[in-house]
């Protein structure tokens, strides 16, 4: 299967889609393509598979051995497998005869230790040099734009890049600037003063100017604190801290390597500083997944969610380290939080709870909740939990006033969830648009306020090849709810043979990454039994490698 769009974003008439490593644009009003941009690393990929490909269509004839010819006594020796009864089936040429030269010599039972040796060496050193690596598959994680619509910036997750373009405004795109990021970006906004706000795995925001001049390319520093006076690093850890046998081997590895170093008068490793400037504004201790910038009695605030089900408010550059306030309900991960459209002083959030709050984020107050995972089970029964993917809302003009509608998409589920923002900050006239695949982002393209606008949405029509990936609806109202009219096409049919193929093991490794935030609550009484004979449970994702089991404390850290 082709990989599927997963990242989708509205400024005027354009509409930029991502799938993979690249984004395309398209002319809204009309639906065609208009240019593409293509990270370098694409290409990367594309040639090792290539090469793997061919690397193994040219094996694939050897591996073959005819029934009536016996083995030469030049070539090797061949496995023979049992069957359950114990009798031996036909002989098969081992990978050794595939990855050993013409001139190796043959090696035969009886033959000494030694010499049995020497071959796996060979053997193995053949196949490491045989192996090529393919790279990291490139996906832009993140895509947004500059209100005027004159930059976008997209964020690619396996190198941690931030991606500046200058826009034409009619859908071409120049590269500015790349600069990576100390640890990978998890959200990212703009500012008015044109500076991106970056929230980061490692629970920090900073900010960086977006467009990028000589002295910060050069010799702008990082700014946060003072540089400390370098010291002896000393390891943390120690005996009394560690436990488990493997991580007290683990730290006697290191106690080692250090004094191997201190005695050849070795330098301890350092960090890499960033060559272009990067102010740290705020810390969590947890990893962050998203942020908003709030604004209320004309003062601004940061507000961030984190993987510890805190959204936390801090006050705007250049104080941001004061922490304003909490808001404090959520029992499980924080993935999602949205102030409507002309309802400044509300907050919605949403994540691995089966409902979506409702706050007075400035006081730190819940004014309602909503049940989204029973709205899940009306169309999917075998649904048991929900995470929300993304919450957006448009605001439309009707005869009674101004109406705020909030939408809401949830990881692996094929609708839609709409509601009406009442004037009591309740969200009500629910409504649950079903749709052909699952969606993986959209984008409400704007509208004059008096027409419905339209939605852009990505899907992984994996589970239903005859459903597109990319799609555009227009809404309508029936009994004061919003449902799916017509369905404009997006003519991106020439693109297709051009996309990267991908497993469906591939695509949700990839793109469904927010469940794997839900943390598990065995206890922490198996703690050390399970990091002995479990492995560990990773997913590698936009929030970067998680270890899904939660810490004896229950808290996760740095």
């Known amino acids: 299967m082709k990989i599927p769009y997963n990242q989708v974003h509205c400024r005027g008439d354009i509409l930029f889609a991502v799938r993979g490593g690249k984004i395309h644009s398209f002319n809204l009003p009309d639906g065609k393509h208009i240019s593409t941009w293509q990270h370098p690393d694409v290409e990367k990929v594309t040639k090792a598979r290539?090469?793997?490909?061919?690397?193994?269509?040219?094996?694939?004839?050897?591996?073959?051995?005819?029934?009536?010819?016996?083995?030469?006594?030049?070539?090797?020796?061949?496995?023979?497998?049992?069957?359950?009864?114990?009798?031996?089936?036909?002989?098969?040429?081992?990978?050794?005869?595939?990855?050993?030269?013409?001139?190796?010599?043959?090696?035969?039972?009886?033959?000494?230790?030694?010499?049995?040796?020497?071959?796996?060496?060979?053997?193995?050193?053949?196949k490491k040099h045989q192996v090529a690596r393919v790279p990291d598959r490139p996906v832009v994680t993140l895509l947004t734009s500059t209100e005027d619509g004159r930059h976008v910036l997209a964020v690619s997750g396996h190198d941690k890049v931030i991606w500046v373009f200058a826009h034409d405004g009619h859908g071409s795109l120049t590269r500015l600037s790349q600069r990576t990021?100390?640890?990978?970006?998890?959200?990212?906004?703009?500012?008015?003063?044109?500076?991106?706000?970056?929230?980061?795995?490692?629970?920090?925001?900073?900010?960086?100017?977006?467009?990028?001049?000589?002295?910060?390319?050069?010799?702008?520093?990082?700014?946060?604190?003072?540089?400390?006076?370098?010291?002896?690093?000393?390891?943390?850890?120690?005996?009394?801290?560690?436990?488990?046998?493997?991580?007290?081997?683990?730290?006697?590895?290191?106690?080692?390597q250090l004094e191997l170093k201190k005695k050849r008068g070795e330098e301890p490793a350092k960090d890499e500083e960033p060559a272009f400037e990067l102010t740290l504004l705020l810390g969590h201790v947890s990893l962050l997944t998203t942020l908003v910038l709030g604004k209320s009695d004309s003062r601004r605030y940061i507000i961030t969610g984190d993987r510890d089900e805190h959204i936390r408010v801090?006050?705007?550059?250049?104080?941001?380290?004061?922490i304003e306030g909490f808001c404090l309900g959520h029992k499980q991960f924080v993935s999602e939080i949205m102030i409507p459209s002309s309802r400044d002083e509300i907050l919605v959030s949403g994540g691995g709870d089966e409902e979506l709050f409702v706050w007075d984020w400035k006081a730190g107050k819940v004014l309602s909740t909503t049940n989204l995972l029973l709205l899940?089970?009306?169309?999917?029964?075998?649904t048991a939990k929900i995470a929300v993917t993304g919450l957006y809302s448009f605001v439309?003009?009707?005869?009674?006033?101004?109406?705020?509608?909030?939408?809401?998409?949830?990881?692996?589920?094929?609708?839609?969830f709409s509601w009406q923002l009442t004037a009591s900050n309740v969200l009500d006239h629910v409504n649950v648009i079903q749709l052909p695949a699952t969606p993986l982002h959209l984008s409400v393209a704007a509208s004059d306020g008096t027409t419905l606008p339209r939605l852009i949405v990505a899907m992984d029509p994996s589970q239903v090849p005859q459903a597109k990936s990319l799609q555009m609806f227009t809404l309508e109202i029936r009994d004061g709810r919003?449902?799916?009219?017509?369905?404009?096409s997006i003519?991106?049919?020439?693109?297709?043979?051009?996309?990267?193929?991908?497993?469906e093991q591939?695509?949700?490794?990839?793109?469904?990454?927010?469940?794997?935030?839900?943390?598990?609550?065995?206890?922490a009484e198996n703690a050390e039994a399970d990091s002995k004979e479990q492995p560990r449970h990773v997913a590698s994702s936009r929030y970067g490698t998680l270890d899904m089991r939660r810490s004896a404390s229950g808290a996760s850290h740095k």
């Open 314 to 322: 801090s006050r705007y550059v250049p104080q941001a380290h004061i």
């Open 376 to 382: 899940a089970q009306a169309n999917a029964p075998e």
């Open 50 to 126: 290539e090469v793997i490909s061919e690397t193994k269509s040219e094996k694939e004839p050897s591996v073959d051995v005819d029934d009536d010819v016996g083995v030469d006594e030049s070539e090797p020796p061949a496995k023979r497998q049992k069957t359950d009864a114990g009798v031996d089936n036909k002989a098969v040429v081992d990978d050794a005869a595939e990855d050993r030269g013409a001139g190796q010599p043959c090696e035969r039972k009886g033959k000494s230790k030694e010499s049995k040796a020497k071959n796996k060496k060979t053997h193995h050193e053949s």
């Open 181 to 256: 990021m100390p640890k990978r970006p998890s959200a990212v906004t703009i500012t008015p003063e044109a500076q991106i706000m970056c929230a980061d795995k490692f629970g920090d925001v900073y900010s960086l100017p977006l467009i990028m001049n000589s002295t910060s390319a050069e010799s702008a520093p990082r700014v946060s604190t003072p540089n400390p006076v370098a010291k002896t690093i000393v390891l943390e850890a120690n005996p009394l801290t560690v436990h488990s046998k493997r991580n007290r081997e683990a730290l006697d590895n290191q106690r080692k």
């Open 482 to 488: 919003l449902a799916i009219d017509t369905e404009p």
């Open 491 to 503: 003519h991106d049919e020439g693109l297709e043979a051009d996309e990267v193929e991908a497993s």
């Open 396 to 416: 439309h003009s009707s005869e009674s006033g101004e109406v705020v509608y909030v939408l809401a998409i949830c990881e692996s589920v094929n609708s839609i």
């Open 506 to 523: 591939e695509v949700r490794s990839l793109l469904y990454t927010v469940e794997n935030l839900r943390k598990q609550t065995d206890g």
